[in-house]
């Protein structure tokens, strides 16, 4: 044939169109922002009805890590021994009657360094403890 604008043999295509990635990535980018801000942000606004009785308190915790190294951790601070729990817990008692301690203690920790340091907590007239634990999921029967 003349004029040599038709192609006779059909080729493949060599070329990827990226637009449509780009696209699909950007919609993408958006649902993970999004989803992250909910995820993140889990409290609710709330306009809370006034009454002349209720109170506006932040419950105080009193954190207390024991690791099955020896290490204690209370407010996430390295103390040297259970014994210093007491001062501390003392203390966090007088400027705050109505804290809870957390106890977390590792699966290693021997029961007796536990009950010694709940008893401890008890001798600062700590009356709310509480155990952390790691949720495990429900075993069908």
């Not at 103390?79 to 957390?102: C, K």
């Amino acid at each position: 044939m003349a004029g040599g604008g038709a192609r006779e043999v059909d080729e493949g295509i060599t070329g990827i169109n990226v637009t449509p990635l780009v696209d699909i990535t950007l919609v993408l980018l958006i649902i993970f922002m999004v989803t992250t801000k909910i995820v993140l942000n889990q409290t609710v606004p709330l306009d809370l009805p006034k009454a002349a009785t209720g109170t506006s308190d932040v419950q105080t915790v009193f954190s207390i890590v024991l690791a099955a190294d020896g290490r204690v951790l209370v407010d996430s601070k390295t103390i040297a021994s259970d014994d210093a729990i007491l001062p501390l817990a003392r203390d966090a008692q007088a400027q705050h009657p109505e804290l809870r301690a957390v106890i977390k203690a590792d699966a290693a920790v021997t029961h007796g360094r536990v009950i010694h340091v709940l008893d401890l907590l008890k001798q600062a007239k700590v009356a709310k403890i509480a155990f952390g634990v790691t949720p495990v999921a429900a075993q069908p029967h």
